[in-house]
């Protein structure tokens, strides 16, 4: 009975030491967060796309793709900001564990399975802006699909980096009904090769 208390006890200090530090890290994103409409923005390219996508007349469509372009450019736009804004953090609060769970203190006591998230939003805002830019000549479609999966992509990290890998793919198969490997296939090669290299898979 003793042992079962114990457990108990050490489940519940670990289960409240995890989720202050989850506090700790939405509460640091979201302040850096806060100070864009990047979020805001994304909802408007990703909604817009498929509007687009449905629309059966040619010059509407246009006209819908012409104002996305606009989007396009100011997300870039924010997001390269706050990237090199959150940049500035110490590196100490900016390291996201490649465990699958959430362990309390798991970044300091495996060092070596962790990422930066300050490399890693770097990756994301070079993704976005090159995908903005299409200097790989995309049609339209194939535009919108990849820069939804370099967004989507993003998302997740910053998901990762809040909760644990777990989390951050269990939410996108929800809400996008998208995997994560899914994710990694669909953005653009410069992308996934960066990003592949950072986490180290």
Known sequence: ME???LVALIAAGAYILKSRDQRQRIALLGSHLGRYQIEKLMESLTSG??????EDDPERRQQIWSLLDSTEEKLSAQFNSFAAEFARTPEADTRVSKLPVAIPFST???PAATFDLRQALMVHARGIAGVM????NRSAK?????M???LFLMQHTCHWYCKSKTVASARMLTRHQTSYEQLIDA???ETREA???LIGS
């Open 148 to 150: 939804s999966a370099e």
């Open 187 to 189: 953005v653009s090669p």
């Open 49 to 54: 796309y498929l509007r687009c996508l449905g």
């Open 195 to 197: 990003y592949l290299g």
């Open 133 to 136: 830019k299409n200097e790989a």
């Open 108 to 110: 300091k006591l495996f």
């Open 3 to 5: 042992i079962l208390t």
């Open 142 to 146: 194939s535009k919108a699909f990849t």
